[in-house]
């Protein structure tokens, strides 16, 4: 998407996610629909449209590190390290998480997983909405959608917005966890091929 005219689809964009607005739009790696992470009303409208295992959590998406804080998530020297190397890419990291402020995310689960991207677009959507709930534009057991007309199919005139990057290809993103001693613990492998386990330190 050129420039100028992802300048204009934000100018769109922002308002209707600051305010609640669920939409579906491309990602770094497919098709995802998003809503604020941080409004909770939001999130649970998202969960009831997908269909979405309500125990289920969904990753995050962020614009910076930094992003980690506004969800009480703190980072040791070891953890910062292996996450210069994953990001920013496709690559979604599982941290622990039991806030009982942020059951609505986490689920009970103990642990939310975050994705910085490696897309500028997107990247410039986030540091002016701030983080956002993105999973894959589907229902729940379908098949994620490749294009704008299927995600239509799923979601009619129930969200705010589409966002056509025409048809898009993608592996999802790797899931992981890193321990205290900055080791991978691989949950998915998808994107991004990791080896089963790494260690830096």
């Known amino acids: 998407m050129k420039k100028n005219s992802w300048m204009e689809i934000e100018k769109v964009l922002a308002p209707i996610l600051k305010s609640g607005g669920v939409g579906v ?8 629909i998003v809503a604020s992470a941080l409004d909770k009303k939001t999130v ?19 614009a910076s590190l930094n992003d980690l804080k506004k969800f009480e998530i703190s980072l040791t020297l070891k953890k910062k390290k292996v996450l210069k190397d994953l990001w920013p890419g496709k690559v979604s990291v599982v941290f622990p998480c039991k806030q009982k402020k942020l059951e609505y995310l986490h689920r009970g689960s103990g642990g939310l997983a975050f ?33 704008i007309a299927e995600a239509k199919k799923y979601f009619g005139e129930k969200i705010e917005f589409y966002v056509d990057a025409g048809k898009l290809k993608s592996k999802p993103s790797t899931l992981v966890k890193i321990d205290e001693v900055g080791k991978i613990e691989i949950l998915r492998q998808g994107a991004v091929k990791i080896a089963k386990t790494r260690k830096r330190g």
Do not use: H, Q
């Not at 449209?49 to 962020?62: F, N, V």
């Not at 999973?135 to 098949?143: R, T």
């Open 44 to 62: 649970e409208r998202l969960y009831l449209l997908r269909k979405r295992d309500l125990k289920k959590p969904m990753i995050i998406l962020i």
């Open 25 to 32: 739009l491309p990602t770094d790696t497919l098709y995802g």
């Open 115 to 147: 994705r910085f991207p490696l897309d500028d677009e997107l990247t410039s959507l986030l540091k002016k909405v701030g983080p956002l709930v993105a999973p894959s534009a589907n229902l729940a057991g379908k098949e994620p959608a490749a294009d």
